[in-house]
């Protein structure tokens, strides 16, 4: 039943979705522009690579819509192929030539928990920390785990809502980052106080942060480059 409803949802969004749809992406490292798309569907993020959508007749599924000329659709399915069944992950019910049919996961991003002064318990922390081993065990490196990639479910339960890095061979700290920020910075101050984190603060650390890891890729890089030649 589950894979019919996923083959009709397919192909509303093949004939209604696509054909309104505006998506770009003008550049790998910020999220991509929807310009347009059909007033019956609604909009539920942006990401560096696809847009995810949802529509009311179908509220147990999500799709997700890479933009043109952005890679990763075949890699993500195969992702989803090799976790198969886990609570703390969606799963992917149907590959398209630029889409993804998914299973939707509910709840709130960390980023927004965040922005809108909800508390971020340890047992999210936990629960994602065991999801990512698990993944790991499958012979998968989850690569880009930061606030909008990682939700808490009403059930305060942590899953992981973007695997499409999993099948990167280096080394990413960003969850490692992450769970530092949550010890040393919300655990002891933001989350007493119960303050809600602009947002406009929460992209300005989004940018610093980039920045910062991409100055210590650098440095590496030339460590590793020196190193080679000496």
């Not at 993804?100 to 971020?120: D, Q």
């Amino acid at each position: 039943m589950g894979n019919n409803l996923a083959a009709r949802f397919s192909d509303r969004v093949e004939h209604e979705l696509l054909p309104e749809l505006e998506v770009s992406s003008n550049s790998p490292h910020d999220p991509v522009i929807v310009r347009q798309y059909p007033s019956s569907w609604t909009l539920l993020g942006a990401g560096n690579y696809a847009a995810v959508f949802c529509h009311p007749d179908y509220p147990e599924f999500v799709v997700k819509v890479y933009a043109p000329g952005r890679p990763g659709l075949e890699e993500e399915a195969e992702v989803y192929r090799r976790l198969g069944d886990h609570p703390a992950f969606s799963q992917c019910l149907f590959e398209g030539k630029n889409f993804l049919i998914l299973k939707r996961l509910e709840g709130v991003t960390l980023w927004n928990a965040l922005h809108r002064g909800i508390a971020i318990p340890p047992q999210i922390i936990r629960d994602i920390d065991r999801a990512l081993d698990y993944a790991r065990s499958l012979g998968l490196n989850p690569h880009d785990i930061h606030g909008k990639n990682v939700m808490m479910t009403p059930a305060r339960r942590g899953v992981v809502v973007d695997v499409s890095d999993f099948l990167h061979a280096d080394y990413c700290s960003a969850w490692d980052d992450l769970k530092r920020a949550y010890r040393w910075i919300y655990r002891p101050i933001l989350l007493p106080l119960k303050v809600r984190v602009p947002s406009w603060t929460l992209d300005w650390v989004r940018a610093f942060y980039r920045k910062l890891r991409q100055m210590r890729s650098r440095k590496f890089r030339g460590l590793f480059l020196r190193s080679s030649h000496g």
